[in-house]
């Protein structure tokens, strides 16, 4: 990866953009299909940074999935004078240019990616909508022109879209994580597409409609850890006003407790990698040792048993949740709910089953995960059973394979940083 936050001159910006006519055209010739030409506009000498490599990389997988078979060839520039990608798709240049156009308007900050088309010809295509300028809304090449807003002012504009766009996109990845851990079937003695497992209060849609009432916490989470590294104070008062949101959201029902504490850690530190790079684990412990326990209805057995809980993980710097983000990224979805399950010192198994409970469900995990895994989903639903039968629910390991799943998520910006 190219440096970041580095100032480019002049020459070097001709020249990266000579470099990619020239590719443009040798495209053109070798295929004889319409291509989309994406690139970034940031103003002033520096051209790349992480947030706006996120937009970048964002929007570039959103091309990817809406082309589909359609996408022919693609080349991606990773340069300190901005990343970009050349794509060559078997598709009408004026279809192209409505699919481009449309991811372009589909968020704020996508008034920072240009999306040129040129047709097989080598024209470009023209916006029927002139873009708009950054700051006045008025034409954009007539405000660019005569610089009429001052670089200072167009960067803390550009700024200010990328640090919403990051907040808002990284939100709506833990409302995914959530929903795809609560979906996944079948998990022992947890709510799934099956059934309420031991909960007899609780269903899948209550699930989603919990998870869909956290996205403005999470959205504030990461907001609170892009302005500065003290926010658990900030962070913890906003997780309250979450619970009191989901409480009210299910009718009292508690379902995201755990993840609240868990996700607004890891959201906020990974806020604080946009912001200034860093680990996120260790981010994410520097918060938790700053604040108060969680307060989760696991807590006295967690004492009682003298067992670390969500603070322990946290505070550890999330190792189960780390490794369970391994094994889904190798091995599956089951294969890293069974490593959670045979590992986790679950607080919550605790306080429903005690050690008995505990070991109990850490033996048959593990002895599933030894096996075939052509077995592991019959096994699970015979674990499933027997969990509902003694009122287990491993509530701990579903919080963690659903931050295992954010986590992979976001591996481009916690790997890059």
């Given at each position: 990866?190219?440096?970041?936050?580095?100032?480019?001159?002049?020459?070097?910006?001709?020249?990266?953009?000579?470099?990619?006519?020239?590719?443009?055209?040798?495209?053109?010739?070798?295929?004889?299909?319409?291509?989309?030409?994406?690139?970034?506009?940031?103003?002033?000498?520096?051209?790349?940074?992480?947030?706006?490599?996120?937009?970048?990389?964002?929007?570039?997988?959103?091309?990817?999935?809406?082309?589909?078979?359609?996408?022919?060839?693609?080349?991606?520039?990773?340069?300190?004078?901005?990343?970009?990608?050349?794509?060559?798709?078997?598709?009408?240049?004026?279809?192209?240019?409505?699919?481009?156009?449309?991811?372009?308007?589909?968020?704020?900050?996508?008034?920072?990616?240009?999306?040129?088309?040129?047709?097989?010809?080598?024209?470009?295509?023209?916006?029927?909508?002139?873009?708009?300028?950054?700051?006045?809304?008025?034409?954009?090449?007539?405000?660019?022109?005569?610089?009429?807003?001052?670089?200072?002012a167009v960067r803390a504009a550009t700024d200010a879209l990328l640090?919403?766009?990051?907040?808002?996109?990284?939100?709506?990845?833990?409302?995914?994580?959530?929903?795809?851990?609560?979906?996944?079937?079948?998990?022992?003695?947890?709510?799934?597409?099956?059934?309420?497992?031991?909960?007899?209060?609780?269903?899948?849609?209550?699930?989603?409609?919990?998870?869909?009432?956290?996205?403005?916490?999470?959205?504030?989470?990461?907001?609170?850890?892009?302005?500065?590294?003290?926010?658990?104070?900030?962070?913890?008062?906003?997780?309250?006003?979450?619970?009191?949101?989901?409480?009210?959201?299910?009718?009292?029902?508690?379902?995201?407790?755990?993840?609240?504490?868990?996700?607004g850690l890891i959201l906020a530190a990974l806020g604080g990698v946009?912001?200034?790079?860093?680990?996120?684990?260790?981010?994410?412990?520097?918060?938790?040792?700053?604040?108060?326990?969680?307060?989760?209805?696991?807590?006295?057995?967690?004492?009682?048993?003298?067992?670390?809980?969500?603070?322990?993980?946290?505070?550890?710097?999330?190792?189960?949740?780390?490794?369970?983000?391994?094994?889904?990224?190798?091995?599956?979805?089951?294969?890293?709910?069974?490593?959670?399950?045979?590992?986790?010192?679950?607080?919550?198994?605790?306080?429903?089953?005690?050690?008995?409970?505990?070991?109990?469900?850490?033996?048959?995990?593990?002895?599933?995960?030894?096996?075939?895994?052509?077995?592991?989903?019959?096994?699970?639903?015979?674990?499933?059973?027997?969990?509902?039968?003694?009122?287990?629910?491993?509530?701990?390991?579903?919080?963690?394979?659903?931050?295992?799943?954010?986590?992979?998520?976001?591996?481009?910006?916690?790997?890059?940083?």
């Open positions: 990866m190219q440096r970041i936050d580095h100032a480019v001159n002049l020459r070097e910006m001709l020249e990266a953009r000579e470099t990619r006519v020239s590719k443009q055209q040798r495209l053109l010739r070798g295929y004889g299909l319409p291509l989309l030409s994406f690139t970034m506009n940031l103003a002033g000498p520096v051209k790349r940074g992480r947030l706006g490599d996120l937009l970048f990389w964002t929007v570039l997988d959103s091309l990817r999935e809406s082309l589909g078979e359609m996408l022919v060839h693609q080349e991606v520039l990773d340069a300190s004078t901005g990343l970009e990608a050349l794509l060559v798709c078997d598709l009408p240049a004026k279809a192209l240019k409505v699919l481009a156009v449309g991811l372009e308007e589909s968020r704020p900050a996508g008034r920072l990616c240009d999306l040129d088309v040129l047709t097989p010809e080598g024209g470009a295509l023209s916006r029927e909508t002139p873009r708009g300028c950054l700051m006045c809304g008025g034409p954009a090449k007539v405000c660019a022109r005569s610089r009429a807003h001052g670089l200072e640090r919403d766009f990051a907040a808002e996109h990284l939100a709506a990845s833990a409302v995914d994580a959530l929903i795809w851990e609560v979906d996944l079937t079948p998990k022992p003695g947890l709510v799934d597409r099956e059934g309420p497992g031991a909960h007899r209060d609780m269903d899948l849609e209550l699930f989603h409609r919990s998870a869909r009432c956290l996205r403005p916490y999470f959205q504030q989470a990461v907001t609170l850890g892009l302005a500065r590294r003290d926010c658990m104070a900030d962070l913890q008062q906003a997780g309250r006003r979450a619970e009191e949101a989901m409480l009210a959201s299910t009718g009292g029902v508690n379902t995201h407790k755990g993840a609240i504490y868990a996700f946009l912001a200034e790079g860093g680990s996120v684990y260790r981010r994410a412990a520097a918060l938790a040792a700053a604040g108060l326990p969680p307060d989760t209805p696991d807590a006295a057995a967690r004492i009682r048993y003298d067992a670390g809980g969500a603070r322990g993980e946290a505070l550890a710097g999330f190792p189960n949740a780390r490794r369970a983000r391994e094994v889904l990224e190798h091995s599956g979805p089951f294969a890293a709910l069974l490593t959670l399950l045979s590992q986790v010192e679950d607080a919550n198994l605790l306080r429903r089953g005690g050690i008995e409970g505990l070991e109990f469900v850490r033996s048959r995990a593990a002895s599933i995960l030894a096996g075939a895994p052509e077995m592991y989903i019959h096994r699970l639903w015979e674990l499933d059973g027997l969990c509902t039968a003694r009122n287990l629910s491993p509530g701990g390991s579903a919080d963690l394979l659903a931050l295992a799943k954010l986590l992979d998520s976001t591996r481009r910006i916690w790997e890059a940083a």
